[in-house]
């Protein structure tokens, strides 16, 4: 069956430091892989999507990275904030249509 | 852009009653609409994918005369939970996609009693 595993303990780092988060999937062939960040009691924002096709991509702190092969997506925030803290979700797509699964999230918490 | 709100923000009901919960984009056309649940500490759950004008496409395991979608415009979709259960108390999104991105919407806090 399709996983989705991201890393369900909680990511603790200093301020200024680059946060890292791992989602891995087994048994999935995604056309493409989104982050979104999640808030207590609110809905996903979307932060970025790759495709299958692309192994980085960028936007302002942001950086993720697509390894196919490795079926793993790596998700960085550079010279991280206290307001960076949140649960982050990555999500695949299938080729056909845009449905999306969700993996359970990690949460990240950067201290000052 | 891409705006995506929900109506309402959080709802507490009897249990038996029915809860109707309204999803729209703002600011574009969604070609499909998701619901998605999703329980405490637990990641979303997709219920649903629903394109307008034809009936929604339900995930295994979720019963489609409990949980009612209707999606009569591009930018509007609802959904309506019919009687609703203490186990149906769940956090319900939306989200709404013209293309590969989805944008959610705020979320329905459901309680029932």
């Known amino acids: 069956s399709q996983k989705i595993e991201q890393n369900s303990e909680a990511l603790n780092i200093q301020e200024g430091k680059t946060a890292t988060l791992t989602c891995n999937y087994t048994?999935?062939?995604?056309?493409?892989l989104q982050w979104y960040r999640q808030d207590p009691g609110r809905g996903p924002v979307f932060l970025l999507l790759i495709r299958e096709n692309e192994k980085e991509k960028r936007k302002e702190r942001l950086k993720v990275t697509f390894d196919t092969t490795l079926k793993q997506s790596l998700f960085h925030i550079t010279a991280s904030q206290p307001a960076d803290s949140a649960t982050y979700l990555c999500?695949?797509?299938?080729?056909?249509?845009?449905?999306?699964?969700f993996g359970g999230g990690t949460r990240l918490m950067v201290k000052p | 852009g891409a705006v995506v709100s929900q109506h309402p923000s959080w709802v507490i009901c009897k249990s038996g009653t029915s809860v109707k919960i309204e999803c729209r984009s703002l600011d574009f056309q969604a070609t499909t609409m998701f619901w998605y649940r999703q329980f405490p500490k637990q990641s979303l759950m997709l219920m649903a994918t629903?394109?307008?004008?034809?009936?929604?496409?339900?995930e295994q395991g979720v019963e489609k005369d409990k949980f009612l979608i209707n999606h009569a415009s591009l930018t509007l979709s609802t959904l309506t939970v019919t009687s609703a259960h203490p186990e149906d108390s769940s956090f319900y999104i939306c989200s709404a996609s013209d293309g590969p991105e989805q944008f959610f919407g705020p979320g329905t806090r459901l309680t029932v009693l």
């Open positions: 999500a695949l797509a299938p080729n056909a249509g845009n449905m999306l699964t």
């Open positions: 629903s394109n307008e004008g034809s009936k929604a496409t339900y």
């Open positions: 048994n999935y062939s995604p056309a493409y």
